[in-house]
């Protein structure tokens, strides 16, 4: 299927400004530059209530987003992580993201602004995404959520980070996790795919800017192997919760998107998976502007309130 139209008028903007030198560019540069175009919300969605505020963990603490739409206490709850390459992205690039999920999904979500690299290489970030959905977990009261209904989710980087919550979670059998979310996740793979070849420039994310990323996030190419990583690479995906994967056709990482719901399926999980034809990776972050991309994030929605209802 052909670029959709409204994906395409954004990206000939976005083509038409000179890519950076990756070989030169900064971490604290390109936030910079990001920050601009990440989060598309002109007029914020109401939610019942939004607050921010910090979670004491081991040595450190992170900043959260709470989202709580109406409803009956307790609510479920999603534990959700930012994409952005475990580079950029905050708590206010996803924040539209986070409202339309809160209310169409009915659960309250818990937006986690994890350390990024390269101040705080792999696996910072994994340590902080486990670590705040214990937290959370273990304070579910404070919450007014279910602790019995909590699930995780994220897009691109952040997909990866709550796959690997997941792993975690079940290794140290705690929280039990009722559903993950994996919005154009990175996952992994022993090969490169064909959709980094056929998706490796053009179409926003290119295969040089992933390896930027990679660079500024991992020590050494070794680290790529670990499981906490590359969560397709994992020895027993058995017994993971049910799962929601969306991929993108123009996206480089649209087949390690797939694989990993074929991995799950192979195991056992019940997946539900669907490419969003015309659609291009970071869509989420476009539901303001592109239709198709809006649809998909309300599907998102409906299938975790489903979860959640059973």
Not at 163 to 190: H, W
Not at 223 to 252: G, R
Request: some cysteine.
């Amino acid at each position: 299927m052909a670029l959709d139209s409204q994906v395409k008028v954004i990206l000939d903007q976005i083509n038409a400004i000179p890519s950076p030198a990756w070989d030169q560019i900064t971490a604290q540069a390109y936030r910079k530059m990001a920050a601009q175009s990440m989060d598309m919300d002109s007029e914020k969605e109401e939610v019942k209530e939004v607050k921010d505020q910090t979670i004491p963990l081991e040595g450190r603490s992170l900043p959260i987003r709470v989202y709580t739409p109406e409803g009956e206490a307790p609510q479920p709850a999603l534990i959700f992580y930012h994409g952005g390459g475990w580079v950029i992205g905050d708590l206010d690039s996803h924040d539209s993201v986070c409202r339309l999920l809160a209310n169409r999904a009915q659960c309250v979500v818990i937006s986690v602004d994890y350390r990024l690299a390269p101040e705080h290489k792999f696996p910072a970030a994994v340590e902080d995404a486990y670590d705040s959905l214990h937290w959370v977990a273990t304070h579910a009261a404070e919450f007014n959520i279910d602790k019995n209904r909590i699930a995780v989710g994220g897009d691109s980087a952040g997909g990866n980070l709550a796959a690997v919550a997941c792993i975690i979670a079940k290794e140290r059998k705690f929280p039990n996790i009722a559903y993950q979310m994996l919005i154009y996740p990175s996952t992994g793979y022993d090969k490169a795919p064909n959709s980094m070849r056929e998706n490796a420039e053009g179409y926003l994310l290119t295969v040089n800017q992933m390896n930027w990323f990679r660079d500024q996030y991992f020590s050494s190419e070794e680290e790529l192997q670990n499981p906490y990583a590359s969560p397709l690479l994992y020895s027993n995906h058995e017994n993971l919760p049910p799962t929601l994967i969306m991929t993108a056709q123009y996206d480089p990482l649209r087949d390690v998107g797939k694989a990993y719901a074929e991995k799950l399926e192979e195991n056992g999980i019940d997946v539900y998976y669907r490419n969003y034809e015309g659609l291009i990776h970071g869509f989420a972050n476009f539901h303001k502007l592109v239709d198709k991309a809006n649809e998909a994030l309300l599907e998102a929605a409906a299938q975790l309130r489903k979860a959640f209802t059973g």
